[in-house]
């Protein structure tokens, strides 16, 4: 069922398609030199971009990035922007942050990848043991990756091979990189397909995985009780539907049945790693039996891991031979490079501090405040959401409890409007939902312009 929506402006079709048309026209009209480079990328490049996600910006070509530093960037065309989409939280630490930089520097004229490890390997490890590995954690050993889907991939492996099951759980409407098992969701009837817009299913989602709605116990407890499921894949909040926050004791009770059933609690953070140094699994006390985390731990260089328990690791190193260490699906011979061992040290070390940390949620609360006060202005029946450093707005009248409610209340025509119009005002989110994230170099003035194109844009969608 989706959210409810409350009293409230109706929306004019018409008129948000002519809005639309206006600030299309007045992009164009701002951005020449994008426009030619945009020309120039088709001739060779599908959809005229290096990556096809890249043509889902709002507009009819890509802004093109000259320079990028901070929570700034400028175009081709000169123009300096607020940037609080952040490379989708693979640039949360800002762009070229100094330290990173230094450390990115050095590195490179030392060597980029040798398949040998660098001191820096231990310290990072060390580093994300101290952050993710206390409470009631026991998470304190890692391996390192180039991008959390291959972490998670590489989870998922160890997951069947150490406990002998086929299947994996994940949330409906979650997303976990482009990792197979993940591209499931529920049809109306509660049967697993392949998500809408699957690209090249290997098999049918519904040999490999079970689906349930976030925060149903019910629905997990029974997907658990086959008996054949390896591991729980989950973000402990839900963030690439819109932000969908866990209720009252719903990932304690996971802990429990997962633990009661013999699966594997897999916590993915690359996300939610806004809510605090350690994540939600630090924040909140999480007792996984793995963590991943990505993106945003290299400063923008690629760079992710995976933290397992002392009893995972030491399972993991008794049953894979070390004959077929190389070949058996796992790893790869650019993954904890030295350049992103490197990287990723300064940046957790230098930049992502737990001080840094206090200061973007500051003003990610600042940013949730800005938008809550322009829908009580205006009477929006919409609700805004914040985790940590991030926050997003969404077109229902209430939060969503799970995936599917979310995705009901979407809009795209919506959303592409209001993220034009914010760009057109030299403001970028991100072009998958309306989100904001906050960097260490963000400040009050860039969440202040946000605040301002999204009243201005309220009231022109109700008229006023």
């Not at 990173?100 to 980029?112: E, K, N, P, Y």
Request: some cysteine.
């Amino acid at each position: 069922m989706a959210p409810t929506q409350a009293p409230g402006p109706a929306l004019d079709r018409a008129r948000l398609a002519q809005l639309h048309a206006d600030e299309t026209q007045r992009f164009i009209g701002t951005h020449p030199a994008c426009a030619r480079l945009a020309a120039a990328g088709h001739a060779h490049m599908p959809y005229g971009v290096p990556m096809s996600w890249m043509a889902k910006w709002p507009g009819p070509f890509a802004v093109h990035v000259e320079q990028a530093s901070g929570a700034r960037f400028t175009c081709a065309d000169g123009l300096e922007h607020v940037d609080l989409c952040l490379g989708d939280t693979g640039a949360m630490s800002g762009h070229a942050p100094a330290a990173t930089v230094d450390a990115i520097t050095a590195q490179a004229s030392r060597g980029l990848t040798s398949m040998l490890p660098t001191a820096d390997a231990a310290l990072v490890a060390a580093e994300l043991s101290a952050r993710f590995g206390g409470g009631p954690s026991r998470v304190a050993h890692w391996q390192f990756t180039l991008t959390a889907t291959d972490a998670n991939r590489h989870v998922l492996r160890y997951a069947r091979h150490l406990t002998g099951r086929s299947r994996v759980v994940v949330m409906d409407f979650c997303y976990h990189g482009s990792v197979d098992e993940a591209f499931a969701t529920l049809d109306p009837d509660g049967r697993v397909v392949p998500r809408r817009g699957t690209i090249g299913a290997p098999v049918p989602p519904d040999l490999t995985t079970r689906v349930v709605p976030f925060n149903d116990m019910d629905a997990l407890r029974d997907a658990l009780a086959h008996g054949d499921v390896a591991a729980v894949l989950l973000e402990p909040a839900l963030t690439n539907i819109g932000i969908v926050l866990p209720e009252p004791g719903y990932l304690d009770a996971v802990r429990a049945l997962t633990r009661e059933h013999g699966a594997w609690m897999v916590v993915d953070e690359t996300h939610t790693l806004c809510a605090g140094p350690g994540g939600c699994t630090a924040a909140w006390g999480l007792d996984p039996d793995v963590v991943v985390v990505g993106k945003t731990i290299g400063g923008g260089v690629p760079s992710a891991a995976f933290g397992l328990t002392r009893e995972i690791a030491q399972s993991v190193q008794r049953r894979i031979e070390l004959e077929d260490i190389d070949v058996g699906g796992v790893g790869g011979t650019l993954a904890g490079n030295a350049l992103s061992m490197a990287a990723t040290r300064a940046t957790l070390t230098q930049v992502l501090t737990p001080a840094a940390f206090a200061r973007m949620e500051e003003l990610a609360v600042r940013w949730t405040q800005g938008v809550q006060d322009v829908l009580d202005a205006t009477g929006l029946p919409w609700h805004v959401t914040r985790l940590g450093a991030r926050a997003e707005y969404a077109f229902g009248a209430q939060a969503p409890r799970d995936g599917a409610q979310a995705a009901a209340s979407d809009d795209f025509a919506l959303q592409q409007y209001l993220h034009l119009q914010a760009l057109n005002r030299r403001v970028l989110l991100t072009p998958f939902h309306n989100m904001a994230l906050m960097s260490p170099a963000t400040t009050q003035a860039d969440v202040d312009r946000h605040s301002e194109a999204f009243a201005e844009a309220a009231r022109a969608l109700i008229g006023a």
